[in-house]
Each structure stands twice: as C-alpha cells, then as structure tokens.
C-alpha cells in the first residue's frame, strides 16, 4: 500500500468530490438499513392482526401503505446511489487524466538516456493499462469500501437493537473471512506484479513487430514473429490464471461463511422464537441483513484484488516518477548568439553498452564555419552531435559554448538557436506544413517561407506534385515518401528555424548525387550560419571549411578538403575507394 501514498495529493485534490460521495453513501446506506426494519416490523404486524381477527381489508390496506413506503426507501436509496456513482466515480477518471498528463508530461521531460535503456512498449503500458489499474482502485475500489465501512455499523446497530446474542453469533464467521484475506492479498500482489510486467512485454513484442512490419514481411519472419508474440502470450495467459486462481478462492469462501450466517439466523432464531426472545419478523430482517452485507463482504475480496494490482502498477509508475532527468536546465541567463564551440579533453562512454565511443578529443568550431565529420560506421561522429546537442554529458572533459561549460549555459536557450537534422527521419502522421512547421515555435508560417525552405532543401518540386500540396497528409512515420524525400522534408523542418547552428547527422545518404550537390550549395549559400555535417560520403563534405576525420573515437585527421587529400592518410584512402566506387 505504500506505493499508493503517492495518489494522496489527487485525493486531497478531490476532497470535496470525496467528501460530498460519502455523504451520498451514508444516505444511501440509511435508506437501505430501514427496509429490513419495516418488512420485519410488516411481517410481526400482519401476524398480530391476524391472530387479532383484524379485518381484511385493513390488513390489506396496511399492506399497500406498507408496499409504498418501502419503494420510497428503494428509490431514495437508488437516488443516492446514483450521486455517489457521479462523485466518487468521476473523480477516478479525473485522476485518472491528471495522473496520465502527469506522466506524461514527466517522460517530456526525462532525458534522452533514458529511452535508450526503456523500451516504447513498457513505457505505453505504464501510462495506459497501470493507469487504469489505479483508476480501478480510486473509483469502485474507493466506493465500496466505503461502502462496508458505513453499511457494517449501520446493520450491526439495528440488528443488535433486535437482539444483542443472535447479532454475535451471526458474526462469529466474520474474523476467519478476514483472515483467508489477509494471507491471499500478499500472493495476489506478487503475482499481480508479474502480469503487469508480462503485459509490458507483449506491448513492446506488439509496437515494434509493428514498427518494422515492412522488415519481418520483406525476410519472411512472420511466423517466426508470431511465435515469439504467442510465447508472451502464454507466458502472460499463464500468470493471469495464476491470479484467477487466487482470486477464485475468495467467492467461494466469503459465500460459505455468509451462507453460514443466514443459516445461523434462521436455525438460532427459530429456537429463540419457542422463547418469545425473538419473533418471526425479526428473524426476516436478520437474514436482510446479513443478505445485504453478503455483496459488501464478497466484494472484498474483488477490491483487494482490484487494490493489489493498483499498488503493484502504482510502483511501476513511481519507478519513472522518481526517475530525475540527469539532463537539467540550471540557468536561466538568456544566451545572445553561439559564437565558439570547443571540444577540451572530452571522452564519451555509453552507461548502457560500455562502449567507449570518443576518447581525449580538442577541437573548435568559430561562428558562421562550415565542419565535416567523417568517419566508419561506429567511428564516434554520432556520438559527437549527442554532446553537441546535449543530449548526454561528457565522461570526461569539457564541452564549451562561448568559453562557458554546457552545463553552464541556459540550455533552452541554446536549442532554440540550433536545428538538427537527425540519422533516423521521423516525420508524424500530419500534414507535410506541419511537419515543418514543426522546427518553430510560431503557429503561422507563411507559403512563402515553406516554399523558400523546401526550395533550399530541393523538395518542393516533389511537394507540388501532390495533389494537396503543403496540405498532404502523411502516413504513420511518413510512410507514403520515399527515404530521399522524408530526408529533405526533415531538412526544410531544421532550416525554417534559421538556426544559428545546423547539424546534419548523415542526413543525404537516401539522396542521389545530384540532388546531393544542390542542396549543399544551398547549404553553402548560408550566411552567419554555423554547420557541423556528418557523413560517411566524401561528397556530402566537398564544400566545408574543415574536415574531421574520425577513426575508434579519435580524430586521426584535420584539415580542409583539398590538405587532406594532399596527406594522402586515411581520408585519401576513403576518397580513392568512394571515387572508385
């Protein structure tokens, strides 16, 4: 239960919803506790006027009176019964919407570390089926344990008002049902944390076979795919009859001991009419009675469920509560340009993998410079735009922007003044405006300024191809463009921004040669504009002002296109190979 302390704040929140529904529950329940009395009191009325040889007619007048003012008790009851649904319930879901956005909001803003260490599929699970677990407990967990809590006292009062040693007797299985809930809820817990877990696993199977659907279909792996999802599936089916199980224990036991009452009632109380301590009415109400705290008792153990899986997803959603991103904007000093980037001493290891992927480099990048980083697949240049952009710190050394430490610098304000344009192109289900509206804060952009960019990025001829223009839609990680044109549409989103600083991560891999020369020069035509270009491709880096050639995290070579070529070192190794090819 420590777990849901944390929903504490959302209760206090809600106070008045809370309180005005047990308000309702009281009400509800004192409408319900008098129907047993009056048709105890009706029964014990009926056979006094009986043996009194009263008239049947009167009798059967008392009888419509009596038939009256008991629907009055039912409809005030179900009246009442109906505002605590609209109290306690939608608070739930209002909890239940606030917990989700604040979730939601704190994956925002957790650092990009973290989702290299989480997968997609748990992190969607935690904010959709463990929310809804909590929500469960905040609303027909929450009621109907109110609900016992107030209905038990009411029902121990009248029934002690009619007779104080048939009430303790009737009670006497009641501590035993407490105890079978005490020692199952602790299995149900564990073995609710198992299936939430299992289920966080078919959703990450699920989100990335669907993901790469184009891949498993392209390699015929479906099968392979489904047995992998259907050996989740029966890993999950398994630990879900596992509680089944446990669950199925308290019907059967809380409908034994209640039986047991009604059977106390009716054996006990027949032998106590033979002494006049009780009459045949009171036996009926008594069986009403423990009748009506039959589903309150039988629900418990359905809410202790419902408040066990509720505490185990409550502490998977507080494991990424607690989390602290280990990325944070300290400095609210507003940052005027980015003049000067240096690199001092700065070496880079995964916390993840282990891999060491930059060791010991220094150097700089001036204002309004254009820099090529090159080198093999897994040589570190990715690795270096990461700590650019800061989305990681340094191991070891110093990443400094205008002389001052990163760490040190309003890093919103930096980001605003930088555009990047990633290795991996994700482009959202809208429309082809805005996606690229989406590189700016301001919600208007003219046709004219996505023309310019597009233009720049050499796709608008692509874009007015499509019969809606700007106004296409895209499918689901722009799936109905081609990887050259998804590139170039990701290009035009970083330079709508006129960022002061454009990094392109290996972005013109999907895109011919020719293509390749036109929107580099469009890229040289910037002015004031520093851009950092990573590549594998000696072409896409013919018009920087230096070359960084990277090698194992370490920069083996510097120098401007045509000094290195000259070296004839490593980069003059991969232009005769490229030019070969």
Aim: net charge neutral.
């Amino acid at each position: 239960m420590n777990s849901l302390r944390y929903l504490n704040k959302y209760l206090l929140k809600y106070k008045w919803r809370i309180w005005l529904g047990i308000l309702c529950i009281i009400a509800s329940n004192l409408f319900g506790v008098m129907m047993p009395k009056v048709v105890g009191d009706a029964v014990n009325g009926f056979k006094d006027d009986i043996a009194a040889h009263v008239p049947a007619n009167d009798i059967l007048w008392g009888t419509f009176m009596i038939a009256g003012f008991y629907m009055l008790l039912n409809i005030g009851k179900g009246f009442f019964l109906f505002l605590t649904r609209q109290t306690i319930i939608i608070m739930s879901r209002l909890v239940e919407y606030d917990l989700k956005n604040e979730i939601y909001e704190h994956y925002q803003k957790l650092d990009f570390g973290f989702y290299k260490k989480n997968r997609i599929g748990d992190l969607m699970n935690r904010i959709s089926e463990d929310v809804s677990q909590v929500r469960q407990y905040l609303g027909p967990g929450l009621m109907y344990n109110i609900n016992l809590l107030v209905l038990f006292p009411l029902c121990i009062y009248w029934m002690m008002q009619t007779n104080v040693k048939l009430t303790l007797l009737v009670l006497t299985p009641l501590p035993l049902l407490s105890y079978i809930i005490y020692k199952v809820s602790s299995k149900i817990n564990y073995a609710s944390r198992k299936v939430q877990e299992e289920q966080s696993r078919i959703s990450s199977i699920t989100q990335e076979n669907f993901s790469g659907i184009r891949i498993l279909k392209a390699y015929l792996r479906e099968e392979e795919s489904k047995q992998k999802f259907n050996e989740s599936a029966e890993a999950y089916k398994g630990k879900t009859m596992k509680m089944v199980l446990l669950n199925s224990l308290f019907m059967p036991s809380i409908t034994f001991l209640i039986a047991l009452s009604v059977l106390l009632s009716i054996y006990v109380g027949g032998l106590m009419t033979y002494t006049n301590e009780i009459q045949i009415g009171d036996i009926i109400a008594f069986i009403m009675y423990v009748n009506m705290l039959t589903w309150p008792f039988a629900s418990v153990g359905w809410v202790t469920s419902i408040i066990q899986r509720a505490a185990a997803s409550q502490e998977r959603i507080n494991e990424f509560l607690k989390l602290q991103p280990e990325i944070v904007n300290t400095v609210q000093t507003p940052l005027s340009s980015i003049d000067s980037i240096r690199f001092e001493n700065v070496s880079f290891t995964y916390e993840n993998s282990g891999i060491t992927a930059l060791k010991d480099l220094n150097f700089s990048i001036r204002k309004g410079e254009k820099i090529g980083i090159i080198g093999k697949t897994g040589s570190g240049k990715t690795s270096i735009l990461y700590l650019l952009t800061r989305q990681f710190d340094a191991t070891k050394g110093t990443v400094f922007i205008n002389e001052t430490p990163i760490q040190s610098i309003n890093l919103d304000a930096y980001r605003r003044k930088f555009g990047v344009v990633p290795q991996e192109v994700f482009l959202f289900s809208d429309s082809i405006r805005n996606n690229i509206a989406f590189g700016i804060n301001d919600a208007e952009i003219t046709d004219e300024e996505l023309i310019n960019v597009t233009k720049q990025a050499h796709v608008y001829h692509n874009i007015e191809r499509f019969p809606e223009k700007f106004d296409t839609v895209l499918g689901e990680r722009g799936v109905n463009l081609s990887g050259g044109q998804k590139q170039r549409i990701s290009i035009a989103r970083a330079l709508i921004r006129k960022p002061e600083l454009l990094l392109l991560d290996d972005c013109l891999s999907a895109v011919d040669t020719e293509t390749e020369e036109i929107i580099l020069k469009s890229l040289d035509e910037l002015q004031n504009q520093t851009v950092v270009i990573v590549s594998h491709r000696i072409s896409s880096l013919r018009f920087t002002d230096r070359i960084l050639v990277i090698e194992d995290g370490v920069i083996v070579e510097n120098g401007s296109h045509e000094d290195l070529l000259q070296k004839e070192g490593a980069y003059y190794e991969m232009y005769l190979k490229q030019l070969a090819e």
